[in-house]
């Protein structure tokens, strides 16, 4: 057995310390103190230096993966975000092996995944949300000033987070829609595309002229400037109804809006209508007629009355 004293002398204090520790022990003249200062020294040199490059250099490349694929500056955010989160996580790993503190890494990284199960199990739906939201970033199935429609519900998008997407519906309420409920029924974008089909059907009379009455639905398409001639409009006998002839009328409009939609759709249909008036085209409502007799249960006490 190396006797103790020889230990001491053989292993010497400033043994192990780099170039700063060694400058520290001859200014403090304690080794043990000075390892300990040289060690958090190099933890945040290298911790800021990691950070400020990771920084520059993942956020620039995250950047410009999102620029290409041109989603929004908005909804850029969160995900730079996550991307800073990222880099800093990798800086304190960093930092912490090159400042020789492996074993509290090692513990600390213990404790974190225990956590993490922790948080998992209590925040499931948060968590949920979180990946859905991350689902619309990728997939891209509407942007910041689309309509959209689900479950019932529609509106313009104003905002996209992680968590939670903002619908301003057509009354002017604000919906705080969970990403979950957007990702994971159908969802309806009708101005994800550059032109929109609309349809109407116009209900005639079985005696009125089925050529007169498709010739008015087809110019008065041709007449609104709203209205595409390519693809141009057409018409399509589609429904034959108790008390009217139906007559689907499809047109075309570019770019979409829900003001479009309606304001279009609205003028269209009041100038159909009112040529239909002037050439006596009738736009027949449902009628009832009702057959058979009526008897009177106490008929003795009126015929007496008549008496």
């Not at 060690?39 to 995250?62: E, H, N, P």
């Not at 991307?83 to 990284?109: C, D, E, P």
């Not at 968590?163 to 994971?184: C, H, I, K, Y």
């Not at 409502?285 to 009177?296: F, S």
Request: charged fraction near 25%; aromatic fraction near 8%.
């Amino acid at each position: 057995m190396i006797p103790l004293a020889l230990q001491a002398e053989g292993n010497g204090e400033g043994e192990g310390l780099g170039f700063v520790g060694q400058q520290l022990e001859t200014l403090i003249g304690d080794a043990s103190l000075a390892s300990t200062l040289e060690g958090a020294i190099v933890f945040v040199v290298t911790f800021l230096v990691v950070w400020l490059v990771g920084r520059q250099v993942i956020g620039r490349i995250v950047r410009r993966a999102l620029d290409r694929r041109e989603l929004d500056r908005h909804a850029q955010k969160p995900i730079l975000l996550l991307t800073r989160f990222g880099v800093a996580f990798l800086a304190i790993a960093i930092a912490f092996g090159a400042a020789g503190f492996g074993n509290f890494l090692v513990s600390m990284a213990g404790i974190a995944a225990a956590g993490a199960l922790a948080i998992g199990l209590a925040l499931q739906s948060v968590i949920a949300n979180f990946v859905a939201g991350v689902f619309i970033y990728t997939d891209k199935p509407f942007r910041i000033g689309d309509w959209i429609e689900w479950d019932g519900h529609s509106g313009v998008v104003e905002d996209i987070s992680l968590r939670v997407t903002r619908v301003r519906t057509f009354d002017n309420e604000l919906l705080t829609v969970p990403n979950t409920a957007l990702t994971g029924g159908v969802l309806k974008n009708p101005v994800d595309g550059d032109r929109l089909r609309l349809k109407f059907v116009f209900g005639i009379g079985y005696d009125d002229d089925i050529d007169k009455a498709t010739e008015i639905i087809v110019d008065e398409a041709q007449k609104h400037p709203d209205i595409m001639d390519d693809p141009g409009p057409s018409v399509r006998l589609t429904e034959l109804n108790d008390s009217d002839v139906g007559l689907q009328s499809r047109i075309w409009i570019a770019d979409p809006s829900r003001a479009d939609f309606v304001r279009i759709k609205g003028e269209y249909v009041t100038a159909v209508k009112q040529r239909f008036d002037e050439k006596g085209i009738d736009i027949p409502y449902p009628i009832r007629t009702l057959d058979g007799a009526i008897g009177l249960a106490d008929r003795a006490p009126l015929e007496a009355a008549d008496d």
